[in-house]
């Protein structure tokens, strides 16, 4: 089983700041990760693929980085729409694991 | 547009069984791998059981494997997942999900590109 450490758990940000979300592997997976925001109430949406690709339609102040053991989501310019939880994912082997989970919440 | 819809969650008992649907549109659903992904209250996202677009092979959480089973027609575009032996821990919001792009995956393992809007099963007596 591959363990994941996702962090912060929690982060109070303001609108128009730049945030970082970490997610580590415990081991190597290339760049096998997906990352996903979910609003309460509603089903995750695929935000990010493949580390660094953008899915369509999603806005282009969400990137992705890293490859191996350590990733990153960055939101360039926090929106008002993007308070929510996001979810790292790893699709490397079975089974497949989502991170903990970081709330991005209003400071 | 893809859509996927769920149904067949509902309360039911310790020990008892349910069967969950997932209907597809959208897409060619033969095409695509398919999972089930749950979220206790609460909690986070759990990955729960997987099949390959032929139906042909399939793949279990250690936490459900023997009690439930993973199955799709792809005549009638619809997934399903048989639950027996129900544990009040598997209560949760079922979520299904669409694989992606095959060629960005590995190992029979994907990324989810599309999600239903889940359904609520409660174990309780």
């Known amino acids: 089983v591959i363990w994941m450490t996702q962090s912060p758990s929690l982060l109070s940000a303001s609108t128009g700041d730049r945030v970082t979300i970490s997610c580590r592997m415990s081991?190597?997976?290339?760049?096998?990760l997906a990352w996903y925001q979910q609003k309460p109430g509603k089903a995750p949406e695929l935000l990010i693929y493949?580390?660094?690709t953008l899915q369509s339609g999603v806005p282009s102040r969400f990137s992705g980085s890293g490859s191996g053991t350590d990733f990153t989501l960055t939101i360039s310019c926090l929106q008002s729409e993007d308070f929510a939880t996001y979810y790292c994912?790893?699709?490397?082997?079975?089974?497949?694991?989502f991170g903990q989970g970081t709330k991005v919440e209003i400071k | 547009e893809v859509q996927l819809l769920e149904s067949g969650g509902g309360l039911v008992q310790p020990g008892g069984s349910l069967r969950l649907s997932c209907a597809a549109s959208?897409?060619?659903?033969?095409?695509?791998?398919m999972s089930w992904v749950r979220q206790a209250p609460g909690k986070g996202l759990e990955w729960v059981s997987a099949i390959s677009g032929s139906g042909g092979s399939t793949y279990y959480a250690d936490s459900v494997k023997g009690r439930f089973t993973i199955s799709r027609d792809n005549s009638k575009n619809t997934l399903y997942l048989q639950m027996n032996s129900l544990r009040a821990e598997d209560t949760a919001v079922y979520y299904c999900a669409k694989d992606g792009l095959s060629r960005y995956c590995t190992n029979g393992v994907c990324y989810k590109d599309y999600w239903g809007q889940g359904t609520l099963v409660t174990v309780s007596s």
């Open positions: 081991q190597g997976i290339s760049n096998y």
């Open positions: 493949a580390a660094s």
């Open positions: 994912q790893q699709y490397y082997s079975l089974p497949q694991t």
């Open positions: 959208g897409f060619t659903f033969s095409d695509y791998a």
